[in-house]
């Protein structure tokens, strides 16, 4: 995909793999790196040709969240609400996508990286895996659709405990309590 610096995009039989590769950052979520899967999601949504797509991390890990640096993605003359309304259509894009979407998650899953995790029909964890929900030790609320996808996935009072007390879990747990399909070892 022309134009793409934050993301990795790999095409193979069908398998389109979108690597999230802001390394030095965990793969933290910027402005351009929202912009550019946004896009990339547009072409693949119209391409025929591409059947699957599988997101993942560069690395070592899947995705720590929203990078706040520098006043995140609110930096600048937008107005927060509109730079929300962009950030927020990327979830809503990925539950609209007519092609099934798998997670592939090693090392750190959290915040809006959990909920991207999350938006994807199927989520496959290393076993080193971890997730959190972490909004609450910023002061945030949970957002990119996790507020919507959490308690459907995990049940209502386990997601409250989650978003609540952030506490971060390992890749056993997610399974056992229905965060993740499955997981495998690391290699």
């Keep these: 995909s022309p134009g793409v610096e934050t993301l990795q995009v790999d095409r193979a039989d069908g398998v389109v793999t979108i690597t999230l ?9 910027n402005a351009e790196l ?10 693949v949504a119209r391409r025929t040709e591409d059947r699957v797509v599988v997101i993942t991390g560069a690395g070592g ?3 720590s969240g929203a990078d706040l ?33 798998i997670a592939k998650v090693r090392g750190v899953a959290a915040g809006a ?11 496959v964890a290393s076993d080193g895996a971890r997730f959190s929900e972490i909004f609450a030790r910023r002061g945030l609320v949970l957002d990119f659709g996790g507020s919507w996808l959490l308690p459907r996935r995990i049940g209502l009072h386990r997601a409250k405990e989650l978003a609540f007390f952030a ?3 390992d890749a056993a747990e997610a399974e056992r309590i229905g965060l993740v399909n499955r997981v495998v070892a690391d290699d």
């Design 21 to 29: 590769d802001r390394p030095q950052v965990k793969n933290a979520m």
């Design 34 to 43: 929202w912009a550019e899967l946004s896009a990339v999601l547009d072409e």
């Design 61 to 63: 890990d899947f995705c």
């Design 69 to 101: 640096s520098g006043g995140g993605p609110f930096r600048g003359p937008q107005h927060a609400s509109f730079t929300m309304a962009q950030i927020n259509e990327v979830p809503l894009q990925l539950h609209r996508l007519p092609k099934p979407t």
């Design 113 to 123: 990286g959990l909920n991207l995790a999350l938006g994807c029909d199927l989520v």
């Design 167 to 169: 506490d971060i879990i």
